[in-house]
């Protein structure tokens, strides 16, 4: 079963042949997790870096941000037996799109924040496609753990 998420959104899922998959990410930055022995996998479409700027969307979509959407997707990933010892975390987005003359930079805060939270619980990212100016959608296969990149104009493995 294929689960779309959205922005701000967090899926975890231990369920053979799932699939989870994001869609156009730009500025924004998709975490990926997947426990190789279990083959729980995980993911997360983290909008902005900080929740102090809303407070309000915190509380009520905690995944739109770096800072409170990441503990809820290692609290799920752990609860459904995901293992850090064995698990590999990959990013892709945080790119600058319609932002050319960087004045905002969201793409590149969002991957320092996410690197920031990561390195702080002791975890490290073993894989990333980030920055550019390309919009990038992003899956993982539950079975195989791939994650698979692509825009409109090519698809590519990470």
């Given at each position: 079963m294929r689960h779309d998420i959205g922005i701000g959104h967090i899926k975890t899922t231990a369920t053979a042949g799932d699939e989870i998959k994001t869609y156009a990410l730009g500025s924004c930055i998709a975490v990926i997790l997947y426990d190789k022995k279990t083959k729980i996998a995980g993911m997360i479409h983290i909008a902005l870096p900080d929740s102090a700027v809303n407070k309000e969307k915190a509380q009520s979509l905690p995944g739109y941000f770096a800072d409170t959407g990441l503990p809820i997707l290692l609290k799920d990933f752990?609860?459904?037996?995901?293992?850090r010892k064995s698990t590999v975390i990959k990013i892709a987005g945080g790119s600058s799109i319609m932002d050319e003359n960087k004045t905002f930079d969201i793409g590149k805060r969002n991957a320092i924040a996410v690197k920031r939270f990561l390195w702080k619980q002791g975890l490290g990212v073993m894989k990333e496609d980030i920055g550019g100016s390309i919009s990038r959608t992003v899956s993982i296969d539950t079975d195989t753990g791939k994650v698979l990149l692509s825009n409109?104009?090519?698809k590519w493995e990470l």
């Open positions: 752990k609860k459904l037996g995901g293992d409109a104009k090519d």
